[in-house]
């Protein structure tokens, strides 16, 4: 079995990361914040940016995009956003060697980062005295997990560069 050329990526331009850490704050502060198994997007494309982009999205990022989230969701204000910045440097200093497995992989990888900060976000819950919602609770970061080789294949494309050969550049 022949391994798969490494494609050179153009770099990630600002306004898409942006673009795409807004469409996943969005997409958690829908009202469905009660109901199990909802996957946490922003959580997910957070780790994919702080993984492939550590230099531009990193803790500070992770602490605003939780702070907004805890404000949007009326949640405990501070739990969602530890639990990214904590998410954030987790991603951070792993982030050399995920890069070298295939997408399936980094999968198992990132559930187990997933899983950290949802342990972490419940800790905190419990500890202000909330009751524990069950073992659902952690089913969004399967999900999440599961759709990592698409975002991860979404979120590369606008970075590859074409197919196309020019005889007269060296790359």
Known sequence: MQAQAQRILLPAKVSFIVLTLALGLLFNLLPWRSMAGVPDLTATVLVFWCIHQPRRVGIGIAWSLGLLLDVGNGALLGQHALAYSVLAFLAFAVHRRILW?????????VLLLLLSTQALTLVIRIAAGADFPGWTYFAGSFICAALWPVLNFLLLLPQQRPEAVDENRPI
């Open 101 to 109: 497995f295939p997408p399936w992989e980094q999968a198992l990888h």
